[in-house]
């Protein structure tokens, strides 16, 4: 039982190049999400979903894609990457709305 | 929209002692009250929750919180601190018409135990 697992952990990106960070959990939860964690900002919500095929977006959402096309998978796209994505993601998962399961991090720096 | 302050960004606290990291929060609904905790280069983990009922929350690790209603605070304490306890701490919160997932956190506080 994995759990919540982000791959990958550290990632070096150019200015403009495009990647995916990936989430997948095995716990069967039909909510997830992508945070963004940055110094002194504590963690902003980027995109949600509340069950596969669907999703929203949070405070942050700009520069970022998603989809959810199954209920254990939810990657998040860089499009078009930029300096101030640079910071650590984190994705989650939610038992019931009461508890929330997070993975370890990708830590991302954009050059 | 709600909003959550943790009006300490750092607290250093010798070994032993009791510590209260402050939580104020504002929201026009009724809400659910967390508490993560984050070790270094690691995820959040859940260190207590309030839901309904008694305001005062036992959570992991010795921790304890009390919901104040008519302040919207949500302070967390532990009455004797290890140095094991050094790692960020962030106060959430959600409405219950959304349930968790649109989580509002806090910006942190580093607790900081000295030996």
């Known amino acids: 039982n994995a759990g919540v697992t982000q791959t990958p952990k550290f990632q070096v990106l150019k200015t403009g190049q495009s990647m995916t960070l990936q989430c997948a959990q095995d716990?069967?939860?039909?909510?997830m999400s992508w945070y963004r964690q940055d110094p002194g900002m504590g963690l902003r919500l980027i995109h949600y979903?509340?069950?596969?095929?669907?999703?929203d977006q949070g405070e942050v959402p700009n520069g970022y894609n998603v989809s959810r096309s199954t209920t254990e998978d939810f990657p998040l796209r860089l499009l078009s990457a930029a300096p101030s994505q640079t910071s650590v993601y984190f994705c989650?998962?939610?038992?019931?709305?009461?508890?929330?399961?997070f993975g370890q991090g990708t830590r991302l720096t954009v050059v | 929209a709600q909003s959550v302050t943790q009006l300490d960004s750092q607290v250093p606290v010798f070994e032993e002692a009791p510590v209260e990291l402050r939580c104020n929060y504002s929201?026009?609904?009724?809400?659910?009250l967390f508490w993560y905790v984050q070790y270094p280069n690691q995820g959040l983990q859940l260190l207590l929750k309030?839901?309904?009922?008694?305001?005062l929350v036992k959570g992991i690790n010795g921790f304890e919180a009390e919901f104040n209603k008519s302040q919207t605070s949500f302070h967390l304490r532990k009455p004797s601190v290890h140095i094991s306890d050094t790692a960020e701490y962030f106060c959430?919160?959600?409405?219950?018409?959304?349930?968790?997932?649109?989580?509002?956190f806090g910006t942190g506080t580093r607790l900081t135990i000295i030996p």
């Open positions: 309030y839901l309904s009922g008694s305001t």
């Open positions: 979903s509340v069950g596969a095929g669907i999703t």
């Open positions: 989650a998962t939610f038992r019931g709305g009461t508890e929330a399961f």
């Open positions: 716990m069967n939860h039909e909510y």
């Open positions: 929201s026009s609904v009724s809400v659910y």
């Open positions: 959430a919160v959600s409405d219950q018409g959304f349930g968790n997932e649109k989580l509002t």
